[in-house]
T-cell receptor, first 114, second 115 residues
Framework: AQSVTQLDSQVPVFEEAPVELRCNYS??????LFWYVQYPNQGLQLLLK??????LVESINGFEAEFNKSQTSFHLRKPSVHISDTAEYFC????????????FGSGTRLQVQP | DARVTQTPRHKVTEMGQEVTMRCQPI?????VFWYRQTMMQGLELLAY????????DSGMPKDRFSAEMPDATLATLKIQPSEPRDSAVYFC?????????????FGPGTRLTVL
């Protein structure tokens, strides 16, 4: 069965420190990869996506993620976090089959401390 | 600023009552998804539609849940009768197929509490 794994349920980090949120997926076919962010009591907002092309993708607020086909990973990184980055982050995968739905990881709670 | 809208945002009801949740996809999007989020199960797909036709509802309890798209601007998810275990946040998302894109845009969700 196809699955998405986010190994870290919570990641505490101090403000201005770097952070990496890990995402691995099972794969036997091509994939489309996404990171969504959820702030408290809100919906999911698209943070960044990999569809094809360059394996390094960036968001407008300083996050980046790298598609690593051999490791079947799509880890999310930020070199310097802010208090406002405190949120839940979800990795999601759509496999290149006829099915268009996303399969989500269990989420990682990023807690930025002053 | 195109967005997916959902109503109601919050719903508290008693066990056995019917619940209807509504979603307005982004104008021009032809694919609509319903997801449910709970602490125990995380985010899971309930059903999705393309061009108003149901394509996959394998994640939905058939005996009490039903999903429809009466027209291109409205998707509904109904629970009848509701049970306490249905308490969750229900998200609608829309996207555009066929394109190389698989991006889904999410609404703010309906927080359902069944007492």
């Amino acid at each position: 069965a196809q699955s998405v794994t986010q190994l870290d349920s919570q990641v505490p980090v101090f403000e201005e420190a770097p952070v990496e949120l890990r995402c691995n997926y099972s794969s036997s076919v091509s994939v489309y990869l996404f990171w969504y962010v959820q702030y408290p009591n809100q919906g999911l907002q698209l943070l960044l996506k990999y569809l094809s092309g360059s394996t390094l993708v960036e968001s407008i607020n300083g996050f980046e993620a790298e598609f690593n086909k051999s490791q079947t990973s799509f880890h999310l990184r930020k070199p310097s976090v802010h208090i406002s980055d405190t949120a839940e982050y979800f990795c999601a995968v759509s496999w290149d089959t006829g099915r268009r739905a996303l399969t989500f990881g269990s989420g990682t709670r990023l807690q930025v401390q002053p | 600023d195109a967005r997916v809208t959902q109503t109601p945002r919050h719903k508290v009801t008693e066990m056995g009552q019917e619940v209807t949740m509504r979603c307005q996809p982004i104008l021009g999007h032809n694919t609509v998804f319903w997801y449910r989020q709970t602490m125990m199960q995380g985010l899971e797909l309930l059903a999705y539609f393309r061009n108003r036709a149901p394509l996959d509802d394998s994640g939905m309890p058939k005996d009490r849940f039903s999903a429809e798209m009466p027209d291109a601007t409205l998707a509904t998810l109904k629970i009848q009768p509701s049970e306490p275990r249905d308490s969750a946040v229900y998200f609608c998302a829309s996207g555009l197929v066929p394109t190389g894109e698989r991006t889904q845009y999410f609404g703010p969700g309906t927080r359902l509490t069944v007492l």
